[in-house]
Nanobody, 116 residues
Framework: QVQFVESGGGLVQPGGSLRLSCAASGTFFAIYTMDWNRQAPGKQRELVARITSSNSIYYADSVKGRFTISRDNAKKMVYLQMNSLKPEDTAVYYC??????????WGQGTQVTVSS
């Protein structure tokens, strides 16, 4: 089973950018669909971006045009480039992996705070 560690979160002003990274350990990284989810205080966890093993991509309407998800299978890394950040983007961001065998794994989360 794979395990993940997120990094790259922090405090940024509205309109700024951050790049989140998710570093994988374990085996068969390339067969996993990789998601970025976020959870703001008092709100449900929501899917913001997804990239499949075949590089199909999905974005939530709230982030489309501002966020870009990518993966590097050789490095076993997943990235979320976040541009034009808004205060509404403030949340803990989680890396989540799942595959056709029903296996899944969550990262520990990284805090993103967008504030002036």
């Amino acid at each position: 089973q794979v395990q993940f560690v997120e990094s790259g979160g922090g405090l940024v002003q509205p309109g700024g950018s951050l790049r989140l990274s998710c570093a994988a350990s374990g085996t068969f990284f390339a067969i996993y669909t990789m998601d970025w989810n976020r959870q703001a205080p008092g709100k449900q966890r929501e899917l913001v971006a997804r990239i499949t093993s075949s590089n199909s991509i999905y974005y939530a309407d709230s982030v489309k045009g501002r966020f870009t998800i990518s993966r590097d299978n050789a490095k076993k890394m997943v990235y979320l480039q976040m541009n034009s950040l808004k205060p509404e983007d403030t949340a803990v961001y989680y890396c989540y992996a799942h595959n056709l065998f029903g296996a899944d794994s969550w990262g520990q989360g990284t805090q993103v705070t967008v504030s002036s």
